[in-house]
């Protein structure tokens, strides 16, 4: 079974600083996403990595893809308190019916 | 807005009720999945639809539970006899067939008291 293992699962910081968050598997991804999510609402999509080795940036936040497929991680810059949420990362799993896997998320509160 | 809407978005409920949620997909989006979320946890799959047939089923599916989408279009799933376990975000997304990203709704959060 693929799991996905992300950490940290809880962060506190202060706006301004930059921050990495990393999600892990023992098992090859054939495409990861990541996700933010506010309280009371559904994942919202921030980007899908399918490459190995692959960098994606959305304004201040960069996504990377490992050259194994195994792992990847995203770096926010200058974080302000509205990036304040939880990040998941999800996988398809096996078979056709695409299904997410996710990690268990990390909680990233930016301080003002 | 054409994204994927859900109602209610919010449902109190006591114990051994029942409930019915709603789940109106993407309209070009043939796929449609429900999962379910705690707090502090990623949500996990509980069941998925492609057009009008449910494909697969998890086994945190228990008998109380059943979703329909009679028409390939929207979706509703129902808990019958609710447990106070059942307490969570129930989330909807759908998909095209020709790609695999999935847009998610805003999810209902069931209370069972």
């Known amino acids: 079974t693929q799991l996905l293992e992300q950490s940290p699962q809880f962060l506190s910081i202060q706006e301004g600083e930059n921050l990495t968050v990393y999600c892990n598997s023992s098992s090859v991804f054939s495409s990861l996403q990541w996700y933010r999510q506010e309280p009371g609402e559904g994942p919202v999509l921030l980007v899908t990595v399918v490459t190995g080795g692959e960098v994606k940036k959305l304004k201040r936040l960069t996504f990377q893809f490992g050259d194994a497929r195994k792992d990847s991680s995203l770096h926010i810059t200058a974080a302000q308190p509205g990036d304040t949420g939880l990040y998941l990362c999800?996988?398809?799993?096996?078979?056709?019916?695409?299904?997410?896997?996710w990690g268990l998320g990390t909680s990233l509160a930016v301080n003002p | 807005d054409t994204g994927v809407s859900q109602d209610p978005r919010h449902k109190i409920t006591k114990r051994g009720q029942n409930v019915t949620f709603r789940c109106d997909p993407i309209s070009e989006h043939n796929r449609l999945y429900w999962y379910r979320q705690t707090l502090g946890q990623g949500p996990e799959f509980l069941t998925y639809?492609?057009?009008?047939?449910?494909?697969?089923k998890s086994r945190l599916l228990s008998d109380r539970f059943s979703a329909e989408r009679p028409k390939g279009s929207f979706s509703t799933l129902e808990i019958q006899r609710t447990e106070q376990g059942d307490s969570a975000m129930y989330l909807c997304?759908?998909?095209?067939?020709?790609?695999?990203?999935?847009?998610f709704g805003p999810g209902t959060r069931l209370t069972v008291l």
């Open positions: 639809f492609q057009n009008e047939a449910q494909l697969e």
């Open positions: 997304a759908s998909s095209a067939s020709s790609v695999y990203l999935q847009f």
């Open positions: 999800a996988s398809q799993g096996p078979g056709n019916n695409r299904k997410l896997i």
